[in-house]
């Protein structure tokens, strides 16, 4: 299997029981409070990971470094409006519609970053903002 592609399907398993556990979890704490400590644990395993790689924390760019921390800031709002979205409503449905960020990704990576859309990609996206729409609603 492709490297990337073992990666990815391991990080999708695993925001999926991060996504369960942070329903559970509302069920009886604020959801800025279970998502408080999520991250700060999330961070303790970003930081044994570091370890293990050996990797310079800060890295070697000073610009980087600010656009890592404007990723947190976007990172944090995105995470407190899912955490408050697991608290209102359904699972299904918060975990569903905030996983499309990779629509908002794809929008700006075009915009900004000059990445190209084939009709293939753009087919991808109608499909599921199709699906989403079908399941929120």
Same mark, same amino acid.
């Given at each position: *299997?492709? $490297?990337?592609?073992?990666?990815?399907?391991?990080?999708?398993?695993?925001?999926?029981?991060?996504?369960?556990?942070?329903?559970? @979890?509302?069920?009886?704490?604020?959801?800025?409070?279970? *998502?408080?400590?999520? #991250?700060? +644990?999330? !961070?303790?395993? @970003?930081?044994? #990971?570091?370890? $293990?790689?050996?990797?310079?924390?800060?890295?070697?760019?000073?610009? =980087?470094?600010?656009? %890592? =921390?404007?990723?947190?800031?976007?990172?944090?709002?995105?995470? +407190?409006?899912? #955490? %408050?979205?697991?608290?209102?409503?359904?699972?299904? !449905?918060?975990?569903?519609?905030?996983?499309?960020?990779?629509?908002?990704?794809?929008?700006?990576? !075009?915009?900004?970053?000059?990445?190209?859309?084939?009709?293939?990609? @753009? =087919?991808? !996206? +109608?499909?599921?903002?199709?699906?989403?729409?079908?399941?929120?609603?």
């Amino acid at each position: *299997m492709n $490297h990337v592609v073992a990666l990815a399907l391991l990080g999708a398993v695993a925001w999926g029981f991060w996504a369960v556990f942070a329903d559970i @979890a509302t069920r009886s704490m604020a959801p800025e409070a279970a *998502m408080v400590v999520s #991250y700060t +644990v999330g !961070i303790g395993v @970003a930081g044994l #990971y570091i370890l $293990h790689r050996g990797t310079s924390v800060l890295g070697n760019d000073p610009t =980087a470094v600010g656009i %890592a =921390a404007l990723a947190g800031v976007a990172s944090g709002i995105g995470a +407190v409006a899912y #955490y %408050a979205a697991l608290e209102a409503g359904a699972a299904g !449905i918060a975990t569903t519609i905030t996983a499309m960020y990779f629509v908002v990704a794809a929008v700006l990576g !075009i915009v900004f970053l000059g990445d190209s859309l084939a009709v293939s990609d @753009a =087919a991808g !996206i +109608v499909a599921a903002v199709v699906a989403v729409a079908l399941i929120a609603y």
